[in-house]
């Protein structure tokens, strides 16, 4: 008996060592940005989790778990409560949801701080997943994926399908709203069984910004930590290869216009040492929304061919309703991409032609850019436009916070992205900005996606390599119409085997 009490004494001597030698809990992560001055106070909390996580035939699953966090009852109060007690701080809460991100954000005047952090909190912390708030953005998920994705843009549409084919048996393949018959397949318990996997208190971030009380940080962090712990694995980055060649995706829908989007892997993101020499050189090809770039100036201002024509190094989702960058969609894989918006006919020109024309002559700027480089006037002008440009990337304090989630991402703290792009700006030189560009641009592996009518006639147009000339209004200067006679034959060289086409109704149905 002495010799067993004996034993159990010196295991629970080791159990008590082992629990005191145990890390302690991870618990929230927490970033501020004080700005004491302001009326204003914003919050964001984000998961480390997105439509990468989401379960095989279940896409659409981490998209409807964050709605129905954001746009649902929790179990205190049912949504229309939630939404009159909202109206006269005339605020909201609202999530996004992207590849690797799910983040929960508002913004709200510090005199309604606590009714408003009361609310937040509670979605997050007490959903009430109530089957008639399933029911009803489950609808309106399937809605969008069923008809409005296929019918409402093309623009997207057709980015959405170019990153589709690049990321083609990764995590990033898969749309973040889902398929049709993955989100039709959807049930309650699903949405239940991934907030129970993913809202983990060793998986979220708080962000928080503006005029907040001394205390309410910690108070924030504490009531997050309250989240029930739970070990979440890791996803692998996406390894993309470019394809060998040009491979081309023609969707076949009755329109008017050619939507176009073309693009290829890039393996920088803002932690690389090449994402500032590629980002000026991206603004000067193609920065959105600016009608000095020169895809835009070759293409639109030049020629009137379409509404503009942009060039990305990093995710840009919702192009057509944004201005300026979206934060919060960071990503551990990029693409470089050209958007070259609708091209439409003209009078009695052959729409095909058009499109094959403002392809060609994107590409062939594209393989001016590796080839020759920008000049070191064009590198000076480049750089002085952002340095004011960026200035606008954190006018809101919201998009500060949005930043500062994303420095944590990619590791960039404690200066962040927006701070560090001055000095890094001039710390660059044209020599490093061309090698940069030669490192990690090419022309000659990439994808194009068109959506057209007549997909036909448009392979065959492809195949056969014919020249592409086009006419116009008015009369154009001989110096144009000199360069028109070589971007109508620059070469496109794709073969009849690497050209798929699909009809719209069948595009993202599993």
């Known amino acids: 008996m002495k010799q067993a009490g004996l034993w159990l004494l010196i295991g629970f001597i080791v159990m008590v060592a082992a629990a005191c030698n145990e890390p302690a809990e991870e618990g929230p992560v927490l970033v501020t940005l004080e700005e004491p001055e302001s009326p204003f106070v914003a919050v964001a909390v984000w998961f480390r989790v997105g439509s990468q996580n989401d379960p095989s035939g279940k896409e659409g699953l981490a998209s409807l778990t964050a709605s129905l966090l954001a746009e649902g009852s929790t179990r205190k109060l049912g949504y229309s409560d939630i939404l009159s007690r909202l109206y006269p701080m005339a605020t909201r809460y609202e999530a996004s949801v992207d590849k690797e991100m799910t983040v929960f954000r508002g913004t709200v005047h510090r005199d309604n701080l606590e009714e408003f952090y009361e609310l937040l909190r509670d979605a997050i912390l007490q959903p009430a997943f109530r089957p008639d708030d399933f029911e009803r953005l489950k609808e309106e998920q399937y809605n969008y994926v069923k008809r409005l994705r296929r019918f409402s843009s093309d623009e997207e549409l057709g980015k959405e399908l170019l990153y589709r084919e690049i990321f083609r048996g990764t995590p990033y393949e898969h749309p973040v709203e889902g398929y049709v018959k993955s989100v039709e397949s959807l049930q309650l318990s699903d949405v239940q069984e991934f907030y129970r996997r993913y809202y983990v208190r060793n998986n979220v971030v708080v962000g928080l910004g503006g005029g907040y009380p001394a205390d309410f940080p910690e108070r924030v962090r504490k009531d997050l930590a309250a989240l029930p712990t739970g070990e979440v694995v890791r996803v692998p980055a996406p390894q993309p290869q470019p394809p060998d060649g040009i491979r081309v995706l023609i969707v076949e829908k009755d329109t008017r216009a050619t939507a176009i989007s073309l693009g290829f892997p890039i393996g920088v993101t803002r932690s690389d040492p090449d994402f500032m020499p590629l980002f000026l050189a991206n603004s000067w090809l193609g920065e959105h929304r600016n009608s000095a770039s020169h895809l835009y100036q070759v293409i639109r201002d030049t020629r009137g061919m379409n509404y503009g024509d942009y060039s990305y190094i990093e995710a840009f989702p919702m192009g057509h309703r944004r201005s300026l960058p979206p934060v919060n969609v960071s990503r551990r894989s990029q693409i470089f991409q050209i958007w070259i918006r609708p091209v439409s006919m003209l009078g009695s020109g052959d729409l095909h032609a058009r499109?094959?024309?403002?392809t060609r002559a994107a590409l062939r700027e594209l393989r001016r850019l590796v080839e020759q480089g920008l000049s070191p006037e064009e590198f000076e002008t480049t750089r002085d436009f952002l340095r004011n440009y960026t200035v606008n990337y954190g006018s809101t304090l919201s998009r500060r916070l949005g930043y500062a989630l994303d420095d944590v991402f990619y590791g960039l703290q404690p200066d962040g992205f927006l701070k560090r792009i001055p000095s890094a700006l001039q710390a660059l030189s044209a020599d490093e900005v061309n090698a940069a560009v030669k490192r990690h641009l090419q022309a000659d592996k990439f994808w194009i996606v068109?959506?057209?009518?007549?997909?036909?006639?448009?392979?065959?147009?492809?195949?056969?390599?014919?020249?592409?000339?086009?006419?116009?209004?008015?009369?154009?200067?001989?110096?144009?119409?000199?360069?028109?006679r070589e971007i109508q034959r620059y070469p496109i060289p794709v073969r009849e085997e690497n050209i798929r086409i699909v009809s719209v109704e069948e595009v993202l149905e599993e």
């Open 355 to 358: 499109a094959l024309f403002a």
């Open 450 to 484: 068109f959506i057209t009518k007549d997909a036909e006639g448009l392979k065959r147009m492809l195949v056969s390599g014919e020249e592409t000339p086009i006419t116009y209004p008015t009369q154009k200067p001989p110096e144009v119409l000199a360069e028109d």
